[in-house]
């Protein structure tokens, strides 16, 4: 099956295992800032939660989305630890079944966590990672599936830049062109991972659109992988 282009209801698999969930939290705020842009789109999702990184193939069946939260309570070695019990499940899921995963990150107090998980499972190389808080963003890939009609903004509160040799950058700090938001494409038309760098901790409508479009809206002919930024539980704050 065919996933990239879903027009319809999205079935996202939400990974919460080392986030922050409780009630105000990026988990929370992240689903809030996905719920505003959908309900301005007309699109719907539907949103089942992983707690536990060892039944993550049991848990993909029927998925058209792997989103994960910002994993702020975890260490570098437990994301590099699920990131290479997740290897052989998250290659199959964008190669062969044309999934889409997203991952977003900041991680204050320990820059850059989530992004282990990417760089563990090998889909995307990301060797370290940067505080982007408050800092001039352009978008570098205005035709990109989920940077189009986006325009740049100042990164919001849990925003970083990472240190990688990917391509596929969407969104670049202004000054030093490091690289912010990373779209990857893979075998199966329609297989994404997106780098969304970002917790979601404050809200921001350009990051609401960036993670809404990754999860649910005009995806390129080829797989990709990405990370976002953080939000606020206000939505049009």
Request: proline share 3%; net charge negative; glycine share 12%.
């Amino acid at each position: 099956f065919h996933l990239a282009n879903t027009t319809g209801n999205v079935n996202v698999l939400v990974y919460n295992q080392y986030s922050d969930n409780t009630a105000a939290g990026e988990a929370a705020n992240t689903d809030a800032a996905i719920n505003a842009r959908a309900t301005a789109m007309g699109r719907t999702w539907t949103r089942t939660v992983l707690a536990d990184y060892t039944t993550l193939a049991a848990s993909l069946t029927g998925r058209h989305v792997l989103l994960v939260y910002e994993q702020e309570l975890g260490t570098a070695a437990q994301m590099t630890t699920v990131g290479t019990a997740w290897a052989a499940t998250l290659n199959t899921f964008v190669n062969v079944q044309g999934g889409v995963v997203i991952v977003c990150d900041f991680t204050a107090g320990a820059i850059g966590g989530s992004y282990r998980i990417m760089s563990a499972s090998g889909l995307m190389n990301v060797t370290a990672a940067a505080g982007a808080t408050g800092a001039p963003l352009t978008i570098a890939a205005p035709a990109d599936a989920v940077g189009v009609g986006v325009a740049g903004y100042a990164g919001g509160d849990g925003s970083l830049s990472f240190t990688t040799t990917e391509t596929g950058i969407v969104v670049r700090t202004t000054t030093g062109s490091l690289p912010v938001v990373i779209h990857k494409a893979f075998g199966r038309g329609g297989a994404d991972l997106y780098a969304l760098p970002y917790d979601y901790y404050q809200f921001n409508a350009a990051g609401a659109a960036l993670i809404h479009r990754a999860a649910t809206y005009g995806f390129p002919s080829t797989p990709v992988v990405g990370v976002v930024r953080e939000c606020s539980a206000t939505p049009g704050a």
